[in-house]
């Protein structure tokens, strides 16, 4: 098993930056992606950005540009520096990570909120 405890978050004026981090611990060896989620109220939810062990990434086109999403070589940590932060990007950001065989963990969750 992982698991999953992330820190960071809280709140930002829109244009600003927060940053994220994500610590796993467990069988890292059997990582293959980790990731960010998020969900805002009344919506689903849906990728932010994702890296795999062989450095693919992948991110949402609403953050393209503006979120950076970067890990460790041992697959210990993960970390999503969003820059240019909108009122949309208000959310519940969780940690993912899948590992061979497609099974999934979570993180707890960290609210994310920006406004003026």
């Known amino acids: 098993q992982v698991q999953l405890v992330e820190s960071g978050g809280g709140s930002a004026q829109p244009g600003g930056s927060l940053r994220l981090s994500c610590a796993a611990s467990?069988?890292?060896?059997?990582?293959?992606?980790m990731g960010w989620y998020r969900q805002a109220p009344g919506k689903e939810r849906e990728l932010v950005a994702q890296t795999t062990r062989d450095d693919r990434t992948n991110y949402a086109d609403s953050v393209k540009d503006r979120f950076t999403i970067s890990r460790d070589r041992g697959m210990n940590t993960v970390i999503l520096q969003m820059n240019d932060l909108k009122p949309e990007d208000t959310a519940v950001y969780y940690c993912?990570?899948?590992?061979?065989?497609?099974?999934?963990?979570w993180g707890q969750g960290t609210q994310v909120t920006v406004s003026s």
């Open positions: 467990g069988r890292l060896f059997t990582i293959y992606t």
């Open positions: 993912n990570v899948v590992v061979f065989g497609a099974e999934m963990y």
